[in-house]
């Protein structure tokens, strides 16, 4: 089983998929007839050049909804620094396993499909599995919002979703909203050495970008804490002896579930005025499931002795696919459970633990097994 896990990890790992671009066609085909040879039911989603998600299946015998299992293929670019490690080699050294997306996630997907295979008569007698993999995550769950919106695609109904982004095998039951907003300015063109005859739009982004700094996106949240905001691009002027009639500058915007994305935007118009545009680039919501809930407590039970302290209520910073993908499951249970480290995430030489991995797939072997045995009610 470890081996099996290990070869599937570096063969994803084998394949680019950085985005920008987005090349995810290679990588998903190969998976694609990897399942189907492993009894899978499999559909490849197309949803722009080279890009694609897959949707694969093992049923089950009775009635019940399936467990969902959920992940992204593409990976960040590699970045200036220069690796120590081939980024597509799946180089295995002290017990690591290096590579671009070897955390964040392509050995959790190997995990979970490893997982799968080796609980194939466990999901046969039970309520089936499905396995949702997209491409495009990185950049804004570009793929996971193309398959909702494709009315092609019948999305599955689970009775709970596994999202295997990276926690060292800690359940995590959510995760903030992100809302990107653009922040346009225009101004009135003039030459450089006559300023006075135009309208400079690069001051009016540094007038709005100065009041920014004072806007307040919400109260702090018990679990979530403090929303935050970053001004993280900024742009504006074609050359240097012009008055630039035109700037814009990006907002990062991270929430709770407490607030509603479009009164937020409102509020943030009516705080910069009329002088600036505001148009939306990414818009998810947050994600949190209760601590209470009985499948996560059976999640938290089964995580508790890989851990030296008691598991606490945790969630993360960052966003996933969940974010959309929630609400188009039909609202189930969700858990943010994975073998990569999460601070190897993005990472120049980024590494999963070997030790964490053949872990997962143990874990997630036993949370197929007890799913299929679970009363719905607990579902």
């Known amino acids: 089983m470890n081996e099996d896990v290990i070869t599937l990890t570096r063969a994803l790992l084998g394949f680019d998929t950085l985005n920008p671009p987005g090349n995810e066609a290679q990588c998903l085909r190969w998976l694609a007839d990897f399942l189907t040879e492993n009894s899978f039911d499999v559909q490849l989603h197309h949803f722009g ?9 093992l049923p089950g015998s009775t009635a019940g909804k399936p467990l969902a299992f959920t992940g992204h293929l593409d990976t960040v670019p590699l970045g ?71 009315p092609s695609i019948t999305l599955p109904q689970p009775g709970a979703l596994i999202v295997g982004e990276p926690t060292a095998n800690y359940p995590i039951i959510g995760h903030k909203g992100a809302l990107w907003l653009r922040c346009e300015t225009q101004g009135k063109t003039a030459h450089g050495a006559m300023p006075e005859l135009g309208i400079n739009a690069i001051y009016l982004a540094a007038d709005a970008i100065g009041k920014i700094r004072h806007f307040d996106p919400g109260p702090p949240h018990p679990l979530m804490k403090k929303p935050t905001l970053n001004v993280g691009t900024i742009r504006g002027g074609l ?32 705080h910069l005025s009329d002088s600036v545009t505001i148009s939306p680039l990414v818009d998810l919501p947050a994600v949190l499931t209760g601590r209470q809930h009985p499948w996560i407590q059976s999640v938290f039970a089964l995580c508790e002795p890989l851990h030296a302290a008691p598991l606490e209520a945790r969630i993360v910073p960052y966003f996933t696919d969940a974010a959309l993908l929630i609400n188009a499951l039909g609202a189930p249970p969700c858990i943010i459970l994975g073998p990569g480290e999460p601070s190897m995430a993005h990472q120049t030489d980024e590494y999963c633990v070997v030790a964490r991995l053949y872990e997962g797939v143990e874990l997630y072997q036993q949370l197929i097994q007890d799913y299929g045995v679970a009363p719905q009610s607990c579902l």
């Open 49 to 57: 050049e080279n890009r694609y998600n897959l949707l694969a299946s």
């Open 80 to 150: 200036n620094a220069p690796w120590q490690w081939d980024p597509f080699a799946g180089e295995i050294d002290n017990g690591r396993i290096y590579g671009r997306g070897s955390s964040d996630m392509k050995a959790a997907i190997a995990a979970f499909i490893v997982a799968c295979m080796n609980s194939a008569e466990a999901i046969a007698a039970g309520n089936g599995v499905v396995l949702i993999l997209t491409g495009g995550e990185e950049t804004g769950c570009d793929g996971a919002r193309a398959m909702i919106n494709d």
């Open 239 to 270: 050359n240097i002896n012009s008055v630039p009639d035109r700037a814009s500058f990006d907002v990062d915007i991270r929430t709770d579930p407490t607030l509603v994305h479009t009164r937020l935007r409102e509020r943030l118009q009516h």
